[in-house]
T-cell receptor, first 112, second 113 residues
């Protein structure tokens, strides 16, 4: 059974720092991996989607990488801002599945 | 604006009562999903539908029911058989069930009186 783990569970950084959020999964037979952002009491917003054949995706200050063989993905946030404060979740879609399996998320706090 | 609308934002359930959460999308997406989120936990799949008049159980379907009579609508009923219904419920949709980007509604917080 696919399991998705995110480390750390919480992270606090000062404004301007570059940071990395980690996601690992136990079954490398995935179709794709998505990173989401969730603000308190709100729904999720899709940030980046990486297909299994891709190594990375970039959007603005965000860069997500995927290493299927090691079962890992990282979300890199450059020059962090207080507005980046939120919970970040990763989710994988198994080749045999039809719905995403989520990690528990990393709650990021960026102080000004 | 295109998107997914969930209502109500807050819902309270009395003992033995069934309640229905609404989810409507105008994105013309075929696939729709219901997830449950507990504090500090990841999302867990309740039900999903790949096409109108078809739906499948997810990992935690017991105590829940759904219908998909229209492409735009995928309501979730929390029945009295669900003994621990307090949670944040999220509806989502995608173009198809083949791994495209997932779009989420703003969620419904269900609490037990």
């Amino acid at each position: 059974k696919q399991e998705v783990t995110q480390i750390p569970a919480a992270l606090s950084v000062p404004e301007g720092e570059n940071l990395v959020l980690n996601c690992s999964f136990t079954d490398s037979a995935i179709y794709n991996l998505q990173w989401f952002r969730q603000d308190p009491g709100k729904g999720l917003t899709s940030l980046l989607l990486i297909q299994s054949s891709q190594r990375e995706q970039t959007s603005g200050r965000l860069n997500a990488s995927l290493d299927k063989s090691s079962g890992r993905s990282t979300l890199y946030i450059a020059a962090s801002q207080p507005g980046d404060s939120a919970t970040y979740l990763c989710a994988v879609l198994n080749r045999a599945g039809t719905a995403l399996i989520f990690g528990k998320g990393t709650t990021l706090s960026v102080s000004s | 604006d295109g998107g997914i609308t969930q209502s109500p934002k807050y819902l309270f359930r009395k003992e033995g009562q069934n309640v229905t959460l609404s989810c409507e999308q105008n994105l013309n997406h075929d696939a729709m999903y219901w997830y449950r989120q507990d504090p500090g936990q990841g999302l867990r799949l309740i039900y999903y539908s790949q096409i109108v008049n078809d739906f499948q159980k997810g990992d935690i379907a017991e105590g829940y029911s759904v219908s998909r009579e229209k492409k735009e609508s995928f309501p979730l009923t929390v029945t009295s058989a669900q003994k621990n219904p307090t949670a944040f419920y999220l509806c989502a949709s995608s173009i198809t069930a083949s791994g495209e980007k997932l779009f989420f509604g703003s969620g419904t917080q269900l609490s037990v009186l």
